[in-house]
RNA sequence: GACCCCAUCGUCUAGCGGUUAGGACACCGCCCUUUCACGGCGGCGGCACGGGUUCGAUUCCCGUUGGGGUCGCCA
């Protein structure tokens, strides 16, 4: 069995869109999978639209995703690799040139001097008449002898498209057919001498004897015209494989515009890069195990196979995507928990360097079955470094609003006072002692202490928060609250 | 418009001629519980439509409808 190479191929346009993440992941995933190669070609060709700094984007897309390459060019900081480079577009325009030629010279592909302007003119008209916009054949058959009279005209070269039909063999779409008639002589070479897509994403394929061509199904349509140029260059055909696409939450194409396009605007919201893996590769394949959905990058290798890719386009579920990142979430260790929150707790403007390591560890322990995105512990702690400078008024309605509001609070403060070893286990006792003393069920004590400690009616637990806190700072907020419940009780 | 692809609960999907059409997210109850969340239990909810083929179609074929894609000297 030959071993498989399969790549994808980004053109660097200024971010890493999550259609294109998804391609990456398909194809990393088989090649890990078979232990084949997975190689990154940048599509750069269109020197108008890329910049340099672009290519940097993708880099970090596929680093925050875990997504590594064996043969790609140079950087992001990291050397060029493989032996059938050059792996970046626009330095391999010699060699599609070459192989432009070399079509040219079997009377594959032919000159045309038609002009821009000519040609458009002649797909208005067209559209005017509705018609379908199709070349007209005009520089098909030019003898030598016209050819040479153009003299040095610039010309574009066109591949003659032969009689007959295309059939591409798609492994998740299955047999695919056209009439070649349907097909244009299309474009493969500019009057500038630049290769147009077409041909250098088969030159490049077929070079870099790539095994799978893997992407998504937007080129379906693209590949019959791909075969065609395979095979007249006498390149082994590689296997087809269209995925469908990523939609938007309403069904329509992820526009580049839309909150989410960006891979990277995922990791701003506080998601997981396996949880955006998992959903990825979730939308489209299913294991052979049913009914599981939760795995982590190397549980996908594993299970990864391409007789489970599925034929239809998905719509982007943020709920799910958020259960999912919850989940992710829970399979942290508190340590890597906390490391991936405290850059989030910074930007908001905390100080966690008053805390010790073990302490923050610990604050990340008590939010970690709660939280369904990493910057959620944000409203979840902030109560930690800045005390809470106004109550949550349904609560207080709530809590503090009955004419013993005051005493029960004082009686909590009582029972605080005396406490030497400000644990959860003893915070709790103490509670539960106030329960047995005044008969009132746990919660009459647990909300109005919660709500005087963190300002809110969510949070961690109460008694690990309490705990967390410490006692004289816990003390300090229970007075603070009491002289708070005692002015309204004046005023009212 | 032409060509190509797709079509099971709201969403992601299992199903590959005979199933009470299964699961997950979401939603709604109930339980657990100091809140929220987690977890557990239960519920709501689907084969787009019309023809065939067949003893029998969610499943196979054709059409319709709907959605998507492609039709560039962009990639």
Same mark, same amino acid.
């Given at each position: 069995m030959t071993p498989i190479r399969v790549? +994808? %191929?980004?053109?660097?346009?200024g971010f890493f869109h999550i259609g294109n993440a998804k391609t %990456? *992941? +398909?194809?990393?995933l088989y090649a890990r999978k078979t232990g084949g190669t997975f190689i990154l070609r940048l599509e750069d060709t269109d020197t108008e639209r890329s910049e340099a700094q672009y290519a940097d984007i993708i880099c970090e897309g596929l680093r925050w995703l875990g997504i590594d390459w064996d043969e790609g060019p140079a950087f992001g900081g990291e050397a060029e690799r493989g032996a059938l480079g050059p792996y970046r577009q626009s330095e391999r325009r010699e060699i599609h040139c070459r192989e432009a030629q070399r079509l040219v010279d079997d009377a594959k592909a032919y000159r045309c001097f038609c002009t821009k302007e000519e040609?458009? %003119?002649e797909r208005e008209r067209a559209?005017?008449?509705?018609?379908p916009p199709r070349y007209s054949g005009k520089c098909r058959n030019l003898t030598a002898e016209q050819i040479a009279a153009m003299g040095d005209r610039p010309y574009s070269v066109r591949f003659r498209v032969p009689e007959g039909a295309t059939v591409i063999e798609d492994l998740v779409q299955g047999s695919v057919r056209v009439e070649n008639k349907e097909i244009?002589?299309? +474009? +493969?070479?500019?009057?500038? #001498?630049d290769p147009v897509f077409h041909l250098a994403v088969v030159v490049d394929d077929g070079l870099m004897e790539i095994t799978h061509v893997m992407r998504g199904d937007d080129h379906l349509t693209n590949a019959f015209r791909h075969v065609l140029l395979f095979n007249a260059l006498g390149y082994k055909l590689p296997t087809f494989a269209h995925l469908p696409m990523v939609l938007d939450e309403t069904g329509k194409k992820y526009s580049k515009r839309l909150? #989410? %396009?960006?891979? *990277?605007?995922?990791r701003e919201? #506080?998601?997981l890069p396996e949880t955006i893996v998992n959903y990825l590769v979730l939308l489209g394949w299913t294991p052979e195990e049913e009914g599981r959905e939760l795995f982590t990058r190397t549980e996908l290798v594993e299970a990864f196979s391409l007789e489970r890719l599925g034929k239809s386009a998905g719509k982007f579920d943020l709920k799910k995507l958020q259960w999912l990142n919850g989940q992710h979430i829970r399979m942290l260790s508190p340590?890597? *928990?906390?490391?991936?929150? *405290?850059p989030i707790l910074h930007k908001a403007g905390f100080d966690t360097s008053v805390k010790s390591q073990e302490w923050l560890t610990r604050m990340a322990a008590i939010c970690q079955e709660k939280i369904p995105t990493l910057n959620e512990i944000v409203p979840y702690t902030d109560f930690f470094f800045v005390a809470p400078t106004a109550y949550d008024e349904k609560a207080v309605a709530k809590q503090w609003g009955k004419p013993y509001a005051a005493e029960h609070l004082a009686s909590i403060i009582a029972a605080f006072e005396p406490i030497s070893s400000w644990d959860h286990d003893t915070l709790k006792a103490a509670f539960e002692k106030l329960v047995a003393d005044t008969g009132l069920a746990l919660g009459q004590f647990v909300h109005p202490t919660r709500l005087a400690l963190t300002g809110k009616s969510v949070g961690p637990g109460l008694f690990e928060l309490t705990e967390l806190l410490g006692k004289d700072e816990s003390l300090n907020r229970l007075r603070a609250a009491a002289a708070f419940v005692r002015a309204r009780g004046d005023a009212a």
């Amino acid at each position: 069995m030959t071993p498989i190479r399969v790549r +994808i %191929a980004p053109s660097p346009t200024g971010f890493f869109h999550i259609g294109n993440a998804k391609t %990456a *992941l +398909i194809n990393w995933l088989y090649a890990r999978k078979t232990g084949g190669t997975f190689i990154l070609r940048l599509e750069d060709t269109d020197t108008e639209r890329s910049e340099a700094q672009y290519a940097d984007i993708i880099c970090e897309g596929l680093r925050w995703l875990g997504i590594d390459w064996d043969e790609g060019p140079a950087f992001g900081g990291e050397a060029e690799r493989g032996a059938l480079g050059p792996y970046r577009q626009s330095e391999r325009r010699e060699i599609h040139c070459r192989e432009a030629q070399r079509l040219v010279d079997d009377a594959k592909a032919y000159r045309c001097f038609c002009t821009k302007e000519e040609l458009d %003119a002649e797909r208005e008209r067209a559209q005017a008449e509705k018609r379908p916009p199709r070349y007209s054949g005009k520089c098909r058959n030019l003898t030598a002898e016209q050819i040479a009279a153009m003299g040095d005209r610039p010309y574009s070269v066109r591949f003659r498209v032969p009689e007959g039909a295309t059939v591409i063999e798609d492994l998740v779409q299955g047999s695919v057919r056209v009439e070649n008639k349907e097909i244009d002589d299309f +474009i +493969i070479v500019k009057p500038n #001498g630049d290769p147009v897509f077409h041909l250098a994403v088969v030159v490049d394929d077929g070079l870099m004897e790539i095994t799978h061509v893997m992407r998504g199904d937007d080129h379906l349509t693209n590949a019959f015209r791909h075969v065609l140029l395979f095979n007249a260059l006498g390149y082994k055909l590689p296997t087809f494989a269209h995925l469908p696409m990523v939609l938007d939450e309403t069904g329509k194409k992820y526009s580049k515009r839309l909150h #989410g %396009a960006n891979v *990277l605007d995922w990791r701003e919201d #506080g998601y997981l890069p396996e949880t955006i893996v998992n959903y990825l590769v979730l939308l489209g394949w299913t294991p052979e195990e049913e009914g599981r959905e939760l795995f982590t990058r190397t549980e996908l290798v594993e299970a990864f196979s391409l007789e489970r890719l599925g034929k239809s386009a998905g719509k982007f579920d943020l709920k799910k995507l958020q259960w999912l990142n919850g989940q992710h979430i829970r399979m942290l260790s508190p340590e890597e *928990l906390r490391d991936k929150v *405290l850059p989030i707790l910074h930007k908001a403007g905390f100080d966690t360097s008053v805390k010790s390591q073990e302490w923050l560890t610990r604050m990340a322990a008590i939010c970690q079955e709660k939280i369904p995105t990493l910057n959620e512990i944000v409203p979840y702690t902030d109560f930690f470094f800045v005390a809470p400078t106004a109550y949550d008024e349904k609560a207080v309605a709530k809590q503090w609003g009955k004419p013993y509001a005051a005493e029960h609070l004082a009686s909590i403060i009582a029972a605080f006072e005396p406490i030497s070893s400000w644990d959860h286990d003893t915070l709790k006792a103490a509670f539960e002692k106030l329960v047995a003393d005044t008969g009132l069920a746990l919660g009459q004590f647990v909300h109005p202490t919660r709500l005087a400690l963190t300002g809110k009616s969510v949070g961690p637990g109460l008694f690990e928060l309490t705990e967390l806190l410490g006692k004289d700072e816990s003390l300090n907020r229970l007075r603070a609250a009491a002289a708070f419940v005692r002015a309204r009780g004046d005023a009212a």
